[in-house]
C-alpha cells in the first residue's frame, strides 16, 4: 500500500475506555472511489475522522503521503479535504464567506453553482435548510481540492439531507474527482451507490468484516450477516 494515497493498517480507536475501531486496515489508490458501508454505530464516522487526523487512533497511518496525526492542519488542508455528516459553523458565517476561509471565492462559487446553492449565497448559514447547509459545505469541501490530482476527499454521508438533484450533483463530483487522480473514500448507507465504487470497505462494530470490490463484498451472505437476514441487496 506504500503507493496508496490513503493507507490505514490495523487502525484502532478508543473513547471513553471503549474500542470503537479495532484493526481495520484499508487503502485507496488515486483514481479510486473506496465506500465505507456498515450499520448505525459500526464506526463509519469514527473511522473517517481518524482518517481525516481528527481524532487519535493507533495503527499506521498515511494520507497524502504524510501522517495527519503528527503535521499540522494546514499542511495537512493542503491536499486533503473532510466534510463532516452534519457539519457544523463555530459562526453563523454567510455562505459566500465559507469560499474566503479556503482562499477561493472563484472556486466556490462555481461549486455552489453546482450543487444549485448560486441564488443562495449571500443568505447566513442559519438561514439555510438542513440540506442547504450539508451542500454549503460540501461545495467547501470540493472548492478546497482546486487540484484533485494526488488530492484525498472524506466524505461523510455526502448525500444524507440532500434533494435528489443535489444527491446526483455529488455523486457526480465525487466520480469527476476520482477520475481526476484523486483518491475518494465515502463513509455511506446507500449500498446502491457503494456498488458503483472501485472498492467496498465493510465494518460492523468497529471491526472489519470484508474489503475488496463490490462483487466479492456486497454478496448476499455479508448483507445478512451485517445487516440481518431480511436485509435488501438493493437499498
Not at 470503537?20 to 473506496?34: E, K, N, P, W, Y
Not at 458503483?196 to 471491526?207: K, N, W, Y
Request: with cysteine.
Amino acid at each position: 500500500m506504500s503507493d496508496a494515497l490513503v493507507s490505514a493498517i490495523g487502525l484502532g480507536v478508543e473513547i471513553s475506555g471503549r474500542r470503537i475501531i479495532d484493526g481495520v486496515s484499508l487503502s485507496a489508490m488515486g483514481g479510486q472511489t473506496v465506500a465505507v458501508v456498515g450499520p448505525n454505530g459500526a464506526g463509519k464516522t469514527t473511522l473517517l475522522r481518524a482518517l481525516a487526523g481528527l481524532l487519535p487512533c493507533d495503527g499506521e497511518l498515511k494520507v497524502g503521503g504524510q501522517d495527519p496525526r503528527v503535521i499540522d492542519a494546514a499542511t495537512s488542508a493542503l491536499n486533503r479535504a473532510y466534510c463532516a455528516q452534519k457539519p457544523v459553523s463555530a459562526w453563523d458565517y454567510r455562505v459566500s464567506d465559507l469560499g474566503e476561509i479556503i482562499g477561493d471565492p472563484s472556486g466556490f462559487a462555481t461549486w455552489l453553482d453546482k450543487l444549485r446553492l448560486g441564488d443562495l449565497s449571500g443568505r447566513r448559514l442559519s438561514g439555510l435548510s438542513g440540506g442547504e447547509q450539508k451542500a454549503a459545505h460540501l461545495a467547501m469541501s470540493f472548492a478546497a481540492l482546486a487540484e484533485p490530482f494526488g488530492g484525498v476527499l472524506l466524505l461523510d454521508e455526502p448525500a444524507s439531507a440532500l434533494d435528489l438533484g443535489r444527491q446526483d450533483a455529488v455523486r457526480e463530483a465525487i466520480a469527476s474527482f476520482a477520475q481526476s487522480g484523486a483518491a475518494c473514500v465515502v463513509a455511506t448507507h446507500d449500498l446502491s451507490f457503494a456498488k458503483r465504487c472501485d472498492l467496498v470497505v465493510v465494518i460492523s462494530e468497529g471491526r472489519l468484516i470484508a474489503a475488496g470490490e463490490p462483487a466479492s463484498t456486497l454478496t448476499a451472505a455479508v448483507i445478512s450477516e451485517v445487516w440481518g437476514a431480511s436485509a435488501s441487496s438493493g437499498r
